[in-house]
C-alpha cells in the first residue's frame, strides 16, 4: 500500500468523529482552535445527491474544506456503486486526504435507502461500492461502521468481508444498529477485533469509537490496547471542546469559542448568498426553483451548539435560554454583551 494520510498519522491518533448538522467547516474550525484532533472528518454527504444537478449544489458546501481542516476525510453514503465512482473521482480535485464510506448510519431514511447501516445487511453491494471507489480515486478509501445490525456476533463475519477488501482504514462504532447509543460500547470485544484485523489486514488501521470522552480516555485505552491505531471521538466535543487537549477550559475561553462560531457563521452565510446568487445568474432553472430569492443559512440549527459554550457558570441556564430566544447572529451578539 503506498504511503497515504492514515500511514502518516501518529500512533494512536484521535479523530473527530463525522456528525451529521455538527462537524460543519465551521464546527472544525471552533474544534482547530481549541484543539485539534490529528484528523478531521466531514459530515456525511449522499453519493446519489452529489450526482444529481439538483443536489450537487448543497453536497458541494458540505465538502467544503479550509487550511485548518487538514488532515481531513470526507465521509460519504449512498448504495449506488457508479454514483459512489462519480463522487469519489472528484475528492481529490475538493481538497481531501480520503474519503470514508458509511456503513453505520441508523437513522431510519438512510437505512430505507440502503445506506448506512442497511450495509451490513448487504454485504455483496457494500464490497461492490468499496471497489468502485477504490477504482474511481488514488485517495485511500476507508469505511466506518458498527458490530452488527442486529445481533453483536455479526461483527465475525460482517469485519472480515471489510478487512479482505484491504481498505485503509476501519472505524468500529462498538454497537450495533438494534442498539442505536443506548447501551454502553462493547469495550471488551476490542481484542477480538484487533485480532480479526492482525489476522486478516494487517495494513488496515483500526480506529475505536464509542463513549470515548477525552484525551485521558484515549490514553487510558492506549494503554489496555496498544494495537489499536485511533480513537474517534463524537459527542464527547458537545461536552468539552477542548476534549483533543488536556486544557481545562475557562468560561471566558468557552464564550470567545462561542463568539468564533458566530463570526464563522455570518462568514459562511455571506459566501453562500454570493453563491446562490451567482448559480442564479447562470441558471435559470435553479433561480426558478428559488423564486428568484436568496435564502441564507438557516439560524435555528446554530442553537443547538449554544450549550457547548454557555454552561458550568452562574446564570448560565438563564444566558442561555436569552439566546434561545434570538433570530440572528447580533441579537446574540447584543445578549452576550450584558455579560461584559
Ligand atoms: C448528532 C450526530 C450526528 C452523527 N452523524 C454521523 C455521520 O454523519 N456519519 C457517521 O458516520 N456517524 C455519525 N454519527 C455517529 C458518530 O460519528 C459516532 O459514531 C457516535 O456518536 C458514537 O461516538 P461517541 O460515543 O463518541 O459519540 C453521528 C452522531 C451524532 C450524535
Redesign the pocket.
Known sequence: MSENIWDKLPHGFTVL??????TDVMFRQVVAKAGRPDLFYT??TNVSSFASEKGRFNALERLAVVPSDVPIVA?IWGKNPAHFAELAGALAGLGFDGLDI?M??PDRHVNKAGGGAAMIRTPELAVECVREAKKATKLPVSV?TRLGYTYLEEFREWLPVLLRESIAAVTV?LRTRKEM?KVP?HYELIPEIVQLRDEIAPGTKLVI????KDLQQVQELKMQHPQVDGY?????VFENPYCFTEHAATKEELLKLLELHLDLFDAEDAKHCAAQAELMRENPEFALKMDGKVRGLPFEPLKHFFKIYVKGFPGASELRAKMMECKTTEEVRRVLRVLN
Open positions: 468523529a463525522p456528525m451529521e448538522g455538527v459530515e456525511f465521509q458509511n453505520g448510519c466506518k462504532h447509543s460500547a469509537n464509542g463513549d470515548i474517534m471521538i463524537g459527542r464527547g
